[in-house]
């Protein structure tokens, strides 16, 4: 079957595309509003790029004063790794070596869209063989027409709970005014090595993804709130992150966490002001906490304030059923002049502290969240009410296997690395052209064909087994960011929902929550026929192919990526070159 998509609807696509873009939305407003003194725009350059180099070795480190010194790999020896940080429309050159005695790394760049640069991607097997210990991959790219909070995370096994660092792309200009910046990234701690996980996660005593020890706010917590172990200098204790009480602050907030999606909240401020999310400029939004998921990013807007001293900054796990949803990632939020912090380790937090609503609302605040630049609402409006090429239904479940443990299938189908890296056999001119099929999956290339200029829609739709909890689910698109059309609750149907457009406010992002929501009138139907899998919420996402590439599409819950939870999209192979 051919790639061929009908006269009128390419015409259509082809006036949308020069609007919508991923990366023209921040060149359309480039130097109207927010220009920053002395700024001026800035052409990329591949002659000279910024040049980075993280090296990947294996360290003994005690992030949660636990007194367990875990044997992770880390970037240039830090948790988090060191800040990436450039300007939009530049180039980079990152030199990433593997100084470990034993295992390959990859290191993905998470929301870089990678438009024209494939290569650089990062996943292993797809666009790029993974890096051996002793060796060593360059990644060229240009951050083009996107800006905001980003970061880079490993990209093979489960290592990413450790290989991981902002990247932050400055804007040319923003509808908002900030004198400084600071960073806070949340991610995991295992008091296991990332190769025991996997072996447990990928082996036949599977019985379910285990709770991380801790949750560690830039790096950093106490296991135990009440006494820390931790001694001998490998404990370091809370957390500070300091703000100038007299100026205005833009607090990147990163999402590393590997599993849990949390709240997160800062204690007696009524609210916080989300200004950005994913990379998209937002109307200034007021939220009591965020709802922070797997790969998630924010920016907060901190004004200035006549707060003075130390506040509890905290978490707790959402969309947790049958566990405990308690968290010890705690950190300080400080107050202060930046001359005053205090560099010794502080083990202690003030007693007061954000109290998280007791019942977790599906959707959270998202209905209200809108992109700030107002001609891209005309923008969006179009490319939400276009048709569709084609839609693809992926649905996820995970099964027992016969060599024992579980895996996760998407239509069936569990995801496995290919023999050899897909980008390169495309660049030799070996591999062969893909073929899209009714069910939209080529079975002996083991992607998704999708044809230069199709507009997909892609259903996202989590099912459960009777008895069992739903859960939720954070779904990351590699190559595109995507607007989130429609959502649902049970089972989609493409008859009842296919035209359905109850998002309010659609705008580019390349993470999206499907939430575990049951339809009441199906779960009576079928919740007493053991056995059986029961939709139980659902999320519709729309990218435009515009971005030749060897694209993944996965659960950002890493176990869950690792056991299959992941798709391959082939999107336009013949366009794809050095």
């Known amino acids: 079957m051919s790639y061929s998509i009908p ?67 880390l970037v240039n020896n830090q948790l988090p790794g060191p800040t990436i940080s450039v300007e939009t429309g530049e180039c980079v050159r990152i030199l990433v070596r593997n100084q470990v005695a034993e295992g390959n790394i990859t290191i993905h760049f998470h929301g870089i869209v990678q438009a024209g640069s494939t290569m650089a991607d990062g996943v292993p097997y797809l666009s790029q063989d993974p890096i051996i210990p002793g060796h060593a991959f360059t990644h060229n790219f240009c951050v083009v027409g996107q800006a905001g909070t980003y970061f880079y995370h490993g990209h093979v096994g489960l290592h990413d709970e450790t290989v991981l660092g902002p990247f932050i792309i400055r804007e040319e200009s923003t509808p908002f005014h ?13 008091h296991q090595s990332p190769e025991e996980r996997e072996a447990y996660v990928l082996g036949p005593a599977y019985a379910g993804l285990r709770e991380p020890d801790a949750f560690l706010i830039n790096g950093r917590t106490l296991f135990d709130t009440e006494y820390p172990h931790g001694g001998e200098g490998h404990c370091k204790g809370y957390s500070i992150i300091t703000i100038n009480p007299t100026r205005t602050t833009r607090l990147h907030v990163i999402g590393g966490t590997t599993f849990r999606t949390l709240g997160l909240a800062f204690a007696h401020h009524a609210y916080v002001t989300i200004v950005e999310v994913d990379g998209t400029l937002v109307n200034p939004y007021n939220v009591s906490f965020l709802e922070v998921s797997p790969g998630q990013r924010f920016s907060l807007l901190i004004p200035p304030t006549e707060k003075r001293g130390d506040y509890t900054i905290n978490t707790i796990k959402r969309w947790a059923a049958d566990v405990d949803i308690a968290s010890n990632g705690l950190a300080i939020l400080r107050y202060a002049d930046t001359a005053e912090q205090d560099l010794e380790p502080l083990f202690y937090v003030p007693p007061d502290r954000f109290i998280f609503p007791a019942v977790d609302v599906p959707y959270w605040e998202w209905d209200h969240i809108q992109a700030s630049i107002p001609k891209d609402q005309v923008r969006f409006q179009m490319l939400k009410n276009l048709p569709a090429s084609r839609t693809i239904v992926l649905t996820g479940h995970e099964e027992p296997v016969p060599q024992g443990g579980a895996r996760w299938f998407l239509n069936n189908v569990t995801y496995v690395d290919p023999a050899t890296t897909v980008v390169t056999d495309i660049l030799k001119g070996t591999r062969r052209r893909p073929t899209i099929t009714p069910s939209n999956y080529d079975p002996y290339l083991n992607t998704y064909p999708i044809a230069y200029g199709e507009v997909i829609d892609l259903v996202l739709q989590t099912i459960h087994l009777t008895g069992t909890p739903c859960r939720s689910h954070p779904w990351h698109t590699h190559g595109h960011s995507h607007i989130e059309l429609a959502y649902g609750a049970g089972a989609y149907d493409e008859i009842r929902d296919g035209n359905k457009r109850n998002v309010a406010h659609p705008f580019y992002r390349d993470l999206t929550l499907v939430y575990p929501v049951q339809d009441p009138e199906l779960e009576e139907a079928l919740g007493n026929k053991p056995g059986t899998l029961i939709g139980c919420g659902w999320s519709k996402i729309r990218i435009i192919a515009d971005n030749p590439g060897i694209w993944a599409l996965h659960c950002h819950n890493t176990a869950h990526m690792a056991m299959g939870m992941m798709i391959a999209l082939e999107e336009a192979p013949e366009r794809i070159h050095v």
């Not at 259509?12 to 990366?23: D, E, G």
């Not at 725009?41 to 992030?63: K, Q, V």
């Not at 990234?185 to 295992?190: F, G």
Request: hydrophobic share 40%; charged share 20%.
């Open 7 to 73: 006269f009128l609807i390419i015409i259509t696509q082809l006036l949308v595309l020069s609007a919508v873009s991923p990366w023209s939305n921040f060149l359309a407003a480039a130097g109207t509003i927010g220009q920053r003194k002395g700024h001026h725009p800035i052409l990329g350059s591949r002659a000279h790029p910024h040049y980075f180099e993280l090296n990947i070795t294996r360290e003994y480190m005690d992030a949660d004063c636990s007194g367990y010194k875990g044997n992770k790999l």
């Open 178 to 190: 900030y004198d400084d910046e600071a960073t806070l990234v949340l991610s995991e701690w295992y």
